[in-house]
């Protein structure tokens, strides 16, 4: 079992940074592979980032590339979403995941598991 806790969230101007983490316990992060997705209202959850377990791998949706950077510390046992440029389209539950799988993967059923996710709100 891994036990995810995301923080970081919160409401900012557009235009504005935040930067989300997600902190990890129990089976070893540093085997898995970490993804964010988002969830806004009335809409479906989404795919923003994914990342390897050594960090050397990465991809990100069209809508958040050039914007976001998703990162880990695995001696901290954390992940870390930096969100720039951020627009009200960013409005949304953030949600971290993880998996013991090799690749990373882009859809919400290739993750086991799942942190509860941290509101992240951009005014216009």
């Known amino acids: 079992q891994v036990h995810l806790v995301e923080s970081g969230g919160g409401l900012v101007q557009a235009g504005g940074s935040l930067r989300l983490s997600c902190a990890a316990s129990g089976r070893t992060f540093s085997s898995c592979v970490m993804g964010w997705f988002r969830q806004a209202p009335g809409k479906e959850r989404e795919f923003v980032a994914t990342i390897n377990w050594s960090g050397s791998l990465t991809y990100y949706a069209d809508f958040v590339k050039g914007r976001f950077t998703i990162s880990r510390d695995n001696a901290k046992n954390t992940g870390y979403l930096q969100m720039n440029s951020l627009k009200p389209e960013d409005t949304a539950v953030y949600y971290c995941?993880?998996?013991?799988?090799?690749?990373?993967?882009?859809?919400?059923?290739?993750?086991?598991?799942w942190g509860q996710g941290t509101q992240v709100t951009v005014s216009s």
């Open positions: 995941a993880a998996d013991y799988r090799l690749s990373p993967g882009r859809r919400s059923p290739e993750y086991d598991y």
